[in-house]
């Protein structure tokens, strides 16, 4: 498993592998990507929020979301994910305040990391049900 550097994301932006709509070359980090907020969001128990960037991931491309640590020293706390190989759309975040008071992320301000590694070997690419996912997404499991 290779995680992909800044200098590699670029190339591989460059090259149609990999899509970020918007980018911003403030977001780029040295073997990440800051992921941030599409609207002004509460947070007081439980919040969905989706990314204000669409990604499209080539089969040769998986990535994962990590969170980023100033919004865990504020009490929030999200299930990171893995994004599979082919994925495109926007990227839901399921997140916890575990703090007493409501904490409030403005429009553009980064809430995840996004790390990407190269996939070795043939993948089918993600086909799933939230394949194309525009906005919040809700649970699809029933």
């Known amino acids: 498993m290779t995680i992909l550097s800044e200098q590699r994301i670029i190339q ?26 599409a609207q002004k969001t509460e947070i007081k ?3 969905l929020l989706h990314t204000k960037e669409n990604v499209e991931f080539s089969k040769n491309i998986a ?13 929030i706390f999200f299930s990171g994910g893995y994004i599979d ?7 839901t975040l399921s997140l916890a305040n575990l703090s007493e008071e409501p904490v409030t ?8 990391n996004l790390v990407f590694f190269r996939v070795e070997g043939e993948t089918s690419g ?3 049900k939230y394949q194309g996912s525009i906005g919040k997404v809700d649970s699809k499991r029933k």
């Open 12 to 37: 591989k932006l460059n090259s149609g592998e990999l899509d970020i709509e918007p980018f911003s070359r403030e977001s780029l980090q040295p073997a990440s990507y800051d992921l941030r907020a």
């Open 45 to 47: 128990n439980h919040t």
């Open 63 to 75: 990535g994962i979301v990590r969170m980023r640590s100033s919004l865990a020293r504020e009490g």
């Open 85 to 91: 190989p082919g994925y495109k759309g926007n990227i």
């Open 105 to 112: 992320l403005e429009e553009g301000e980064g809430v995840a």
């Open 126 to 128: 993600y086909s799933g």
